[in-house]
C-alpha cells in the first residue's frame, strides 16, 4: 500500500472516528435533557479544533510541508462527520434522540386531584415523586406507580392547585386502588374525584357520569382541608 493511501485511511479514520465518537457521547446521555448540556462543549470543542487543523494545515502548505493536504482534510472531515452522524442519530432516534410520543389524556373520564388550598408547587412535586411515581431501581429519576398511564397538571379549582392521571386500559381494579389509597393517605390532598367526566365537570359533591351514574367525590381529609 503506497504512503498516500495509508495516510488517506489513517486521516478519514481519525477525523471520521472523532466526529461519530462525540455523537456517540450525547446519544449514550440518559435522556435529552443532558444531551442537552452535552452537545453545546462538544459543538465548540469539534469547532475550534476544526479551525487550528486548518490553520495549521495552511500554514504546513505555505511551507511545502507533506502533512498539509491531511491537516486540511481533517479540517473538514471531522466537523462533518459529527454533524452527519449527529443527523442519521437524530432521524432514527438513537438513544438520548429518542423521542417518547406524546400520549393524550383520554377525552372521556379522568381521575383528579384537588391539593389543599395553600399547597406549594414543592409539595405538589413532591407528591408527584413520592405519592404517585416510585424511584427507580438505578435511582435515575421516578417511574409513574404501576397502571399509570399519564398524569398532568388540571386548572385550578375554586383556588384549588389540582392534577389529573388516568390508567392503562390493561391497569387491573388492584392497581387503581393501590394508586387511589396512596392518594387519600397524602396529607395535600383535599379531594379525589375518581373516573370524572371532563366534559361534564361540576362543582357539586355529586359528579354525573357520561352513563348517567352518579359518583360521590371523595374528600379526603376534610377536617384539615386547608
Given amino acids: 500500500m503506497s504512503a498516500i493511501y495509508r495516510n488517506l485511511i489513517i486521516t478519514f479514520l481519525i477525523s471520521v472516528g472523532g466526529g461519530c465518537g462525540a455523537t456517540i457521547l450525547i446519544a449514550s446521555s440518559e435522556n435529552g435533557y443532558v444531551a442537552g448540556f452535552i452537545l453545546l462543549p462538544l459543538f465548540l470543542f469539534i469547532g475550534v479544533a476544526s479551525l487550528i487543523l486548518f490553520i495549521v494545515g495552511l500554514i504546513c ?35 438520548a434522540y429518542h423521542q417518547e410520543p406524546m400520549i393524550p389524556m383520554s377525552d372521556e373520564v379522568n381521575n383528579v386531584v384537588v391539593f389543599k388550598e395553600g399547597t406549594t408547587n414543592d409539595q405538589i412535586n413532591d407528591f408527584w415523586e413520592k405519592t404517585m411515581s416510585l424511584e427507580r431501581a438505578d435511582g435515575r429519576g421516578y417511574d409513574h406507580l404501576p397502571g399509570v398511564r399519564v398524569m398532568g397538571q388540571d386548572k385550578p379549582r ?28 397524602s396529607p395535600i390532598v383535599y379531594q379525589l374525584l375518581e373516573n370524572e367526566s371532563l366534559k361534564e365537570q361540576s362543582d357539586s359533591s355529586l359528579l354525573t357520569m357520561k352513563t348517567g351514574e352518579s359518583k360521590k367525590i371523595e374528600t379526603v381529609n376534610s377536617i384539615d382541608s386547608k
Avoid at 462533518?80 to 443527523?87: E, L, P
Avoid at 375554586?158 to 387519600?184: C, H, L, Y
Fill in 158 to 185: 375554586n383556588g384549588r392547585e389540582t392534577m389529573i392521571f388516568d390508567f392503562f386500559p390493561s391497569a387491573t381494579e388492584e392497581q387503581q386502588q393501590f394508586v387511589f389509597s396512596r392518594v387519600k393517605s
Fill in 61 to 95: 502548505l505555505g511551507v511545502k510541508s507533506k502533512s498539509a493536504p491531511w491537516l486540511l482534510l481533517s479540517a473538514i472531515l471531522l466537523p462533518a462527520s459529527f454533524i452527519s452522524s449527529a443527523m442519521i442519530a437524530k432521524y432514527f432516534e438513537i438513544g
